[in-house]
Each structure stands twice: as structure tokens, then as C-alpha cells.
């Protein structure tokens, strides 16, 4: 895939005002550096940070928690991450919202020269979304609201099931819908420029398109989507049995009521 990117770098294309592998070619990029690291060596530390935290996360969990069922477990691994099992998840989306997508909330501005970790992992990941090299405004607001709005919520969350708050479930579908409800529009805007406008921000290849833009996103569709099922049948139960109690009372409360008219 090296190769790739040095064959685009290096194309004689009069279409190319900077020399970089991103597309449109013809985007301008001011002052952009190659990353220093490779791809394999980026995408290894990524995935190493996620697991580390997964597992310090579960470790955590397992010893405060013992009793905590294995879906919660998942659920907040889930929102402290970014978003199997639900209790890590939810701490896996609270570091990538607040840390990663913060840090290109930040430094949208000097992302192209960066060569600190996460300037590399956005460039790499620019690959596949130019958009994040030209302070798009619609990837930038998307950014700062995922990062400084839902970032911080899914810790919230992540507390909340470990100490059976009942908040959980109404926070837990108001992030949710707002991930998913992020992806849509992400995925609409660059489709809407791609046809009407004839701009396409990510490189053909497989790896950028359908891995990076399309598969890696699209977990944020696939997660959020089961959590926001499994809150809306809890919220659903909840009522019912709440319903079917006060009809219950009431039933009670008449009978005694008729029952002692009667001895008078």
C-alpha cells in the first residue's frame, strides 16, 4: 500500500497543485509533511491503546464490580472507548470521543505537517477523508460536538451502570441517537459531494474506501444501534410494569373502599 501513496506523490498530474496522496488531487494543503511512520507501525500502536485501555477498563470493572452482569461489563467498555460486551464499550467511546476526535477538534489547523502520534493517525486516516485536512466546517462542528458533547456523556454513562443509576438509560439513548444520527450526516455529505459535486475525498483503493470511511464507521452505527434497542425495551418494560402496578393499586384501593361502605 506504500507504493501506492509514493506513485500518487510522485504522478506528474497537472490537475496536482501539492504534492500529497490525497483526493480531490487537486485540494490544496498547506504545508503538508509525509508522516514519519508507516501504516503498519500507526494502525499497531492504534490498536494497541484501544486494547490497553479494554483491558485496564475490564480489570477495573472486574474488581469493583464482580457482580456486574457481562452485558454491562460490555456497555461501559463500549462508551468509555468510544462504543461483545457493553460496559468497556462505553468507555472505548468516551477516549475516542474526548481524546482522539479532540485532538482534531484542537489542531484542525495544523494537522497536515503534524508528526506527533495522533497528527500521523488523522493524515492516515485523511486517506480515505481529505476533509480533515482542509478544516472542513461540517467535519469540524461534527468533531468538537461528538468530542466535547458525547465524549464526556459516555463516562457519565459508564458510571451510571456501575452504580445502577436510573439516568443510564435516557443518557445512554440521547448518545446514541446523536452517534448515529452524526454517522448519517457523515456519510450523507460526502455521498451528496460525490454525486452532485463531483468531489471525491477518498482514495479508490479498498483499504481507504470501503475499510477506513465505510467499515470503521459504520461500528458506530452497529453498537450504538443495539445499546439504543436494548434502552428502549428496559424504558418500555419499566413503564409497563409500572402501569400494570398502578392499575393493580387502584383495583385495591377501589375494592377496600367499596368493601368498607359496605359494613357501614
Known sequence: MGSIIDTAMNASSPLMVNSHPFYPLEVEIAAYLANEMTMQVLLTIFVAMILAIVGGTKLWVDKVHPNLPSKEKAAIWWFVI????????IIVAGAIHLCFEGYFSVNHTRMAPAQDLFGQL??????????????????LC???????????MCFFIAYFITSSNPLRHPLQIIVCVGQMYGLVLYYATAMFDHYYNAAAYSRPEFLYFWVYFFAVNFIWMVIPGLLL???????????AAFDKMTLALKKGTNGHAKGSKKEI
Open 82 to 89: 468510544c462504543r461483545s460486551f457493553p460496559h468497556v464499550l
Open 229 to 239: 434497542v436494548s434502552s428502549v425495551r428496559t424504558i418500555a418494560r419499566t413503564f
Open 142 to 152: 461534527m468533531e468538537t460536538v461528538t468530542a466535547f458533547t458525547w465524549g464526556p
Open 122 to 139: 488523522w493524515k492516515e486516516y485523511a486517506l480515505s477523508d481529505s476533509r480533515y485536512l482542509t478544516s472542513d466546517p461540517f467535519v
